[in-house]
């Protein structure tokens, strides 16, 4: 089974960042589409951001031209850098594969201030 640990999450204030990271155990991740994915308070969880195996990426509407997504396979890692952050970006943000979702991580909690 796939273990997925999310860090970097933090309180911050509004207009700053934090830089997420996803470490998948083995090797696994870099044979697929990972997405970053966040749930907040009494809200369905959400996609935000995904990156295929060949680097392509795509975003939400809400956190395009502030996030980015990455990847290094080569340390089994997802990042999300996340950049002008509002507060309306509070939740606690999980990283997944995009399709035949594994076991969900414990998440990294986010919480910006106004």
């Known amino acids: 089974q796939v273990q997925l640990v999310e860090s970097g999450g933090g309180l911050v204030q509004a207009g700053g960042s934090l830089r997420l990271s996803c470490a998948a155990s083995?090797?696994?991740?870099?044979?697929?589409?990972m997405g970053w994915y966040r749930q907040a308070p009494g809200k369905q969880r959400e996609l935000v951001a995904s990156?295929?195996?060949?680097?392509?990426?795509n975003y939400s509407d809400s956190v395009k031209d502030r996030f980015t997504i990455s990847r290094d396979n080569a340390k089994y890692t997802v990042y999300l850098q996340m950049n002008s952050l509002e507060s309306e970006d509070t939740a606690v943000y999980y990283c997944?594969?995009?399709?035949?979702?594994?076991?969900w991580g414990q998440g990294t909690q986010v919480t910006v201030s106004s």
């Open positions: 997944n594969r995009r399709t035949a979702l594994w076991r």
């Open positions: 990156i295929t195996t060949g680097g392509s990426t």
């Open positions: 083995g090797s696994i991740l870099r044979f697929n589409h």
